[in-house]
């Protein structure tokens, strides 16, 4: 048998992260969480402790603080095997168009912070030579849209960054990097926005994508929701002269 | 505002809907508002989920807290899903001794309306597998209710219908199963003495239901198939089903109704074929054990999803009643009798055996209920008065998840206990915060 294969999750709190935590643990995988809001993530781990039996091991991470991520992936008991990177904050596009500090801790949230986390990750990766990164980025970064191009923005970059990093990998090793981006789903994130009901998913459908992507494929980015990969190859095509009159 | 139906889709009423994402968010969301009612997973069929101001959704408060294998003490957020709770732990050899008719009911609506199974007569409704629960009342106070703790509010609050805070979450009990299957009898009864007579004597199956066929008439009234089951231990599972796994998975091929069905399709000549194939295909089976998963035996509705859809845009009711034991061969003939003289296209038609209820304003007493689903037409709620007066006659009463239209004086003839459960709300700040169209419907 096998040994025990490791995960950690950043982003522990979310809803995306404790159903990726559980769909894990059900693999067989120790999980552990990092998030910045302890309590959330101490319940997500005790849900899937009452479920499962299994141990969930909570870390303190907030990662808008840059300076300490070097730190925290230096003082992890173990390098996992893999890295799942959740965090994500929609934040009010609104209130981003005039908030200048609300608009940088959206970007840094959802690109900046990230991005250096598991750069840091595909470092110590390197030196093992295995592990897999995932990310899970969006598709509101495939194009920007007016209703939510700060976000978008944001994920633009993160997925270019995963791109790039992905390219490096591939070219020193064994090291996979796995963009994950999912379109509509109903999470606390999005509990206050009306969704289409049939592009929306629930958090345990992205999960299953990312752990499939991760122990199965041979992908290197996946859409959830399979028709978001024909929408956003549709909305990416649109010349920029008919794309900048839609309201999307 | 969102407008919002039950299960039944009827009515429909605007609401603005609130949602906390943990059971810690509760308090602040409601802060200083009234008009609320907290709404599970809208299975309730009327109007008892639907706020007349707010409606707080518990469906984020889905996590589990913890599980103790030992005692089988399961602690669980209101929002958890009695589906949630099955999938989870059937196959570690765990289940619920009192589920509904679907799985997709949360915990906390399971305890505000006091759910009963195919075993209450044997035991008891939902509130006896609760343990305790945290409420959220108005004016930032959580209280524990148990048995020995605020045991008044405990009772009010099963059955309650959500009116006398917002439950948090709740430790509830599950029991040991040796496998997923249960070993089921069928047998007919050919009118409904025989029916009562049939579900009277399958006392020694926990679980016992009949199903009616409504568009029988004449000699052949009320003619059943009497469906008695047990949990099948791993002994019995191996002895009539060889070959099968005492845990096998849950099949998640559901089919879907689609959106717009013609109100016309369901008519006296289809679901008297309908029915005609169901008896003999029940019938067919008589006498002969077989075994059934968990799933399709407790759900078999669950497996269409959204089966509401088929009465049609205005949407059904459900008229579910409890006759009291010594009155109940007399007055369900003649509930039966007026519907099937009426032609009234049931699809569903069940009739099972009450014990005595636990909550204040619970819905069971000793005797048998009966339920039967109408689509909405203008003559349909004159029809149900006319039915009401026989329940509210042989001293029964309707059951408050299921309702729609009742009127007063037959809510207030059917709970003795009205007065008693009103004072509480006055205790508790319940009567002036919590409302739903239910309670200001009824004046509860």
């Known amino acids: ?248 | 505002m969102t407008s919002l139906a039950g299960w039944g889709n009827y009515p429909k009423i605007s609401t603005e809907i609130l949602a906390p994402g943990a059971p810690a968010s509760v308090q602040q969301i409601i802060g200083e508002r009234s008009g609320l009612i907290a709404r599970g997973n809208g299975r309730a069929y009327g109007d008892a989920a639907i706020g007349t101001q707010f409606t707080v959704s518990s469906l984020g408060l889905n996590r589990m807290r913890s599980f103790d294998r030992t005692t089988g003490l399961l602690t669980v957020e209101a929002g958890v899903t009695i589906a949630d709770i099955l999938s989870t732990f059937a196959s570690q050899g765990f289940f619920l001794r009192v589920v509904p008719g679907t799985k997709f009911v949360t915990v906390g609506g399971a305890i505000a309306a006091d759910i009963h199974g195919k075993n209450h007569h044997r035991d008891g409704g939902f509130g006896n597998v609760v343990e305790s629960f945290r409420l959220a009342l108005p004016g930032d106070l959580i209280v524990t209710c148990s048995r020995s703790e605020n045991s008044e509010l405990f009772r009010a609050t099963l059955g309650g219908m959500g009116l006398t805070g917002i439950i948090l979450d709740a430790t509830i009990r599950l029991f040991p199963i040796e496998t997923g299957w249960l070993r089921q009898e069928t047998r007919v009864a050919h009118n409904l003495d025989a029916a009562i007579a049939e579900l009277g004597n399958s006392t020694s199956s926990t679980y016992s239901v009949a199903w009616i066929d409504c568009l029988a008439s004449g000699p052949s009234l009320g003619r059943s198939l009497v469906y008695s089951a047990d949990h099948a231990t791993r002994r019995e599972q191996v002895a009539v089903g060889t070959g099968l796994e005492p845990f096998a998975p849950i099949h998640h091929a559901r089919v879907a109704v689609p959106d717009l069905v013609p109100a016309w399709l369901l008519n006296r000549t289809s679901v008297k074929a309908f029915n005609e194939m169901y008896f003999r295909r029940g019938a067919a089976q008589e006498g002969k054990p077989s075994l059934v998963h968990w799933d399709p035996f407790f759900f078999p509705l669950d497996a269409i999803s959204n089966w509401n859809r088929i009465y049609g845009r205005r949407g059904f009711l459900q008229h579910q009643c409890v006759i009291p034991l010594d009155r109940a061969r007399t007055v369900i003939p003649d509930i039966l009798d007026r519907v099937s003289r009426r032609g009234s296209v049931s699809f569903l038609a069940v009739l099972k055996q009450l014990g005595e209820g636990s909550g204040m304003i619970s819905f069971p007493l000793r005797g048998y209920t009966l339920a039967m689903d109408f689509p909405v037409t203008d003559t349909l709620f004159a029809f149900l008065d006319e039915i009401d007066s026989l329940v509210v006659n042989s001293g029964g009463r309707l059951y408050l998840a299921k309702d729609a239209r009742q009127s007063r004086s037959t809510f207030e003839s059917g709970y003795p206990e009205i007065e008693l459960f009103r004072n509480i709300r006055r205790h508790t700040n319940g009567n002036t915060h919590l409302a739903s169209h239910l309670s200001a419907r009824l004046g509860i």
Not at chain 1, 76 to 101: F, I, M, Y
Not at chain 1, 137 to 160: I, L, P
Request: proline fraction near 3%.
């Open chain 1, 1 to 248: 048998m096998a040994s025990q294969k490791d995960v950690l999750i950043v982003g522990g709190s979310s809803d995306i992260g404790h159903a990726t935590a559980l769909r894990y643990v059900l693999a067989g995988w120790r999980v552990s969480l990092a998030a910045r809001d302890l309590v959330a993530a101490r319940r997500n781990a005790d849900d899937i402790t009452a479920r499962t039996k299994a141990e969930i091991l909570v870390h303190a991470l907030d990662v808008l603080q840059t300076d300490k991520l070097t730190d925290f992936v230096n003082g992890l008991p173990s390098v996992p095997d893999t890295v799942v990177c959740v965090v994500g904050e929609l934040g009010d596009q609104a209130r981003a168009q005039t908030d200048p500090l609300f608009a940088a801790s959206v970007l840094r949230t959802n690109f900046e912070a990230p991005s250096l986390l598991l750069g840091l990750f595909a470092e110590r990766f390197q030196e093992r030579n295995s592990g897999t990164i995932i990310g899970i980025s969006s598709v509101a970064g495939d194009r920007g849209r007016g209703s939510n191009y700060v976000y978008g923005a944001a994920k633009a970059g993160f997925s270019q960054f995963l791109s790039g990093l992905r390219n490096r990998m591939a070219l020193a090793g064994k090291i996979r990097v796995i963009t994950v981006k999912p379109g509509f789903v109903r999470s606390r994130m999005t509990a206050n926005i009306k969704l289409p009901a049939a592009l929306t998913v629930q958090p345990d459908r992205v999960a299953d994508e990312i752990f499939r992507a991760d122990v199965g494929g041979r992908r290197d980015a996946i859409y959830v929701g399979r028709r978001f990969w024909f929408i956003m190859t549709v909305i990416c095509l649109l010349p920029e002269s008919i794309f900048k009159r839609l309201r999307l």
